[in-house]
């Protein structure tokens, strides 16, 4: 490999101060994390920054050239909207990098109480096609695109050349079925949603149930996710990645998916030459030492893939989910 | 206060070219609706099937009496989904709702409706949709009826009308990937549009034989059908000015009767919940989301939402 490329930014997730702080030691050139409330889509108990933390955080990743980019990506509910105002407010005020958003509204207080302020659009936004993202460019002045995970990568070249922004794409971690941001299969189950409070499958609803015969359920509220065998490992119930019976098939499939990982580290040159200019890596929930191993070697991988060297990413194979990992929808149509 | 407008949806589902023009055309000469919403919101491949049945469907339901509102697809991605939005909105005269963010630049300055698979959820979205042309918005169906009542306030003063979906299985999810292909084994590209033997939806139950979740194609239903009649007289009361039945393959002109007649206030809640029983609609049904609880759940009595 002799081609070299313009070096895409490495873009990294953090849930916490410690894992912002191990994730821009370990060459993230920006970092993304939310504050701890409803105002972003990963609002897990015990994750993310009060206002303080993430004052104090950006300190530390400026200092060392890192960016930081706040999350406010769920989407601004009535009557509570001014919470997701007020974390637009803070960042502006601690001067984050950018604001990534996804609803409307929010993007029009921003635009209009900050119009310095840099906007990039959401996965949670779901815009996959150009009419899609330039309307987003031209109403809000988007500085970049998170392309929702289902696009190929000749698709994304297509969709680079039709558009006047940057283009973010997620590369390695947890890969959702259903589109971002479009989502109601928590709140039908358990109440609280994932577009309006930030929550995904939350961990109070789940329960771990043992049948007599060994198997072991994983309830969501009160439904049966999936039902694992005395020999097979557990898995947490997400309702996308479960397994269900269908009329007419009466053993139970993943009707959606399997729990697999996104990795995409093989693809890095082709992204880079389809004009991706940020990579993402997925799991704010995750651990420091996660975080540590994943931005270590994609800093190693992005370096190598700029030089024309061919990047070894045989270790990431070891942290992605149940050890299954998938290119999704970005190797092959047939993934649909 | 102006009559609270009764509307049939559009059919979601892959019903032959038939059924679909027999279904519209009994909607256009029997139901009590006041608008029609024409056009695909799932999948673009189903598309050339009905097609050309569409201009004498449009004719014949406004000879109905009918308004007609042309919807355009939930989610744009493929070459063919993007075309198919975009010969919607070339369609001269024609008002559209909106259900994906790729339709709306095209709209702008032009009066135009957003639909349900729109995220709007708060007063500043509406402004800012409303200041581009939106005129009607059908809400988001997973939104509690104390967001209801601060965006009736606001769609009012903006002189727009605002919808909800009052009956029927309810969207909960969209994706790239399509379901009902996958179950036999094939891929979006060569479904052979298996989805066509499911004329509501292919049920899927848990492990241990719940009834759980409904696929059509790249979407994911309830299980359950929405049935608002209890929170009807609410939804009035703050300003609703339209109440939508997201048509099934049971008697949808008996099912259209009868929610004219309790938004007329010449049934009960009750009345209107026991025919619908005698009609056969698939029991129980869920109100939960209006209530701010899980959304497959049947809240008995009235009970305040959030």
């Known amino acids: ?336 | 206060m102006a009559k609270p407008q009764l509307t049939m949806g559009p059919v979601l589902f892959h019903w032959s070219a038939e059924q679909k023009r027999d279904f519209w055309f009994r909607v256009a000469d029997e139901a009590p609706v006041d608008v029609a919403y024409l056009g695909e919101v799932i999948c673009s491949k189903r598309t050339p099937f009905f097609d050309s049945h569409l201009p004498e469907v449009a004719e014949r339901l406004i000879a109905g009496g009918k308004k007609v509102v042309w919807v355009t697809m939930a989610e744009v991605l493929s070459k063919l989904d993007r075309n198919t939005v975009s010969g919607m909105i070339v369609l001269e005269g024609a008002e559209i709702e909106a259900n994906d963010s790729s339709a709306l630049s095209r709209l702008s300055g032009r009066p135009h409706r957003i639909g349900q698979y729109f995220n709007v959820y708060n007063e500043l979205a509406m402004e800012h949709l409303a200041r581009n042309g939106a005129c009607h918005f059908t809400l988001p169906v997973e939104l509690p009826a104390g967001s209801f009542s601060t965006l009736a306030a606001t769609a009012h003063k903006l002189g727009a009308g605002m919808e909800v979906q009052i009956f029927g299985r309810v969207g909960l999810a969209l994706s790239a990937r399509c379901y009902h292909a996958r179950a036999h084994g094939r891929t979006k590209d060569n479904c052979l549009f298996v989805c066509e033997n499911d004329p509501d939806g292919m049920d899927l139950k848990t492990h241990s034989g719940a009834p759980f979740l409904s696929i059509n194609g790249i979407q994911t239903l309830s299980h359950r059908f929405l049935n608002l009649s209890r929170e009807v007289g609410e939804l009035k009361e703050i300003g609703v000015t339209a109440f939508r039945l997201s048509p099934h393959s049971c008697d949808m002109i008996a099912v259209s009767r009868l929610y004219r007649e309790l938004l007329d206030e010449r049934v009960t809640a009750d009345e209107t919940d026991n025919r619908l029983v005698e009609l056969g609609v698939r029991q129980p049904m869920m109100n939960g989301f209006f209530h701010a609880k899980p959304g497959f759940e049947r809240v008995a009595a009235h009970a305040s939402g959030e």
């Open chain 1, 1 to 336: 490999m002799n081609e070299t490329f313009a070096k895409p930014e490495l873009v990294c997730p953090a849930g916490t101060p410690a894992a912002l702080r191990t994730a821009v030691d370990a060459g993230a050139d920006a970092v993304y994390c939310g504050l701890a409330n409803e105002t972003n889509a990963r609002n897990f108990a015990g994750l993310n920054f009060t206002p303080q933390a993430l004052e104090q955080s950006i300190a530390y990743a400026h200092d060392r050239g890192a960016k930081v980019l706040l999350a406010v990506n769920s989407f601004a509910t009535s009557p509570r909207a001014q919470l997701w105002f007020d974390a637009v407010d803070l960042a502006a005020r601690l001067r984050a990098d950018a604001v990534i958003v996804a609803d409307i509204g929010v993007a029009s207080y921003a635009v209009s109480r900050y119009p310095g302020l840099r906007l990039h659009l959401s996965v949670q936004a779901g815009a996959s096609s150009p009419e899609a993202i330039r309307y987003y460019c031209e109403e809000f002045g988007i500085s970049r695109v998170v392309l929702p995970r289902i696009l190929t990568v000749p698709e994304i070249d297509a969709i680079h050349r039709e558009i006047p922004c940057e283009i973010e794409a997620f590369v390695f971690g947890n890969i959702g079925m259903m589109a971002e941001g479009r989502c109601s299969l928590t709140n039908y189950v358990t109440g609280v949603s994932t577009n309006m409070n930030g929550v995904c499958s939350p961990a109070s609803d789940v329960r771990y149930v043992e049948h007599s015969d060994g198997s072991t359920a994983a309830t969501l509220g009160d439904f049966e996710i999936d039902c694992y065998a005395a020999e097979e490992k557990t898995g947490y119930p997400t309702i996308c990645k479960g397994r269900y019976m269908r009329p007419g098939r009466e053993e139970p499939y993943y009707a959606f998916e399997e729990p697999v990982s996104l990795n995409l580290s093989a693809l890095l040159p082709d992204l880079v030459r389809a004009g991706v200019s940020a990579l993402k890596i997925e799991g704010r929930q995750r651990s420091r030492s996660y975080v540590h191993s994943v931005v270590s070697a994609y800093r190693r991988a992005v370096d190598d893939v700029a030089a024309g060297r061919t990047p070894d990413l045989s270790t990431l194979a070891m942290l992605t989910e149940g050890g299954k990992q998938t290119q999704g929808a970005y190797a092959t149509k047939k993934w649909r």
